[in-house]
């Protein structure tokens, strides 16, 4: 089985401030990790995945994450945020035996202070 | 332009009643998707096709039936809708290919009064 976790639901940081989006995995067999990303009243956007590989990985909008098998997280961060980054976020697993099912995480909603 | 397109974007109806939401993608993918998002943004899926053949049936009432025509077509058919149906629904696609993304449409949001 396979299950992702997202630690806040909720998180707030000021422009130009690091952002800091966690998410841990849980699966018997290697997953391959994706970041989606949702603007409101849109669909889901990919933002960057791990499948194998280097395990830091760059996605749009200047928004990387790293892979860490050893605590099962695959966090994104950006280095300065900006307005625009605001919308909701998901984490997502796929294992290879699975009929290609993503499991998503329940999403963190990025505010963005000015 | 290449994408997933699911329609109607907005649908307003009564309970009871039966409803047609229709997805298409012109991406060249061969499996396509049903998800739900309910009023706390959690995703869950629903349905899978493969090819026209149906892979993943979640536990979701037989009230609801997806339908394949093609490989570029998925439409969801709900009858009898119930309150809590309400919910936005998503289409999506991704080549048969484990380490491939989904590319969602812009989901279509029921409200069922």
């Known amino acids: 089985a396979q299950s992702v976790t997202q630690l806040g639901s909720h998180v707030s940081v000021s422009e130009g401030a690091l952002v800091l989006l966690r998410c841990n995995y849980s699966s018997s067999v290697p997953p391959y990790l994706f970041w989606y990303v949702q603007y409101p009243n849109q669909g889901l956007q990919l933002l960057l995945k791990?499948?194998?590989?280097?395990?830091l990985v760059k996605g749009i909008n200047g928004f990387e994450a790293e892979f860490k098998k050893s605590e099962t997280s695959f966090h994104l961060t950006k280095p300065s945020a900006h307005m625009s980054d605001a919308a909701e976020y998901f984490c997502a697993v796929i294992i290879n035996t699975n009929a290609g099912k993503s499991t998503f995480g329940d999403g963190t909603t990025l505010t963005v202070k000015p | 332009d290449t994408a997933v397109s699911q329609t109607p974007k907005y649908l307003v109806t009564q309970m009871g009643n039966d409803k047609s939401i229709k997805c298409e993608q012109n991406l060249g993918h061969d499996t396509m998707y049903w998800y739900k998002q309910d009023s706390k943004k959690f995703l869950k899926i629903m349905f899978s096709y493969n090819n026209k053949e149906l892979i993943i049936n979640e536990t979701v009432p037989n009230r609801f039936s997806p339908k394949s025509p093609d490989k570029a077509h998925l439409n969801l058919h709900i009858n009898s809708l119930e309150l809590g149906d309400s919910a936005v629904y998503f289409c999506?696609?991704?080549?048969?290919?484990?380490?491939?993304?989904?590319?969602f449409g812009n989901g279509t949001r029921l409200t069922v009064t």
């Open positions: 791990y499948t194998t590989g280097a395990t």
């Open positions: 999506a696609s991704r080549l048969d290919r484990v380490n491939s993304p989904l590319h």
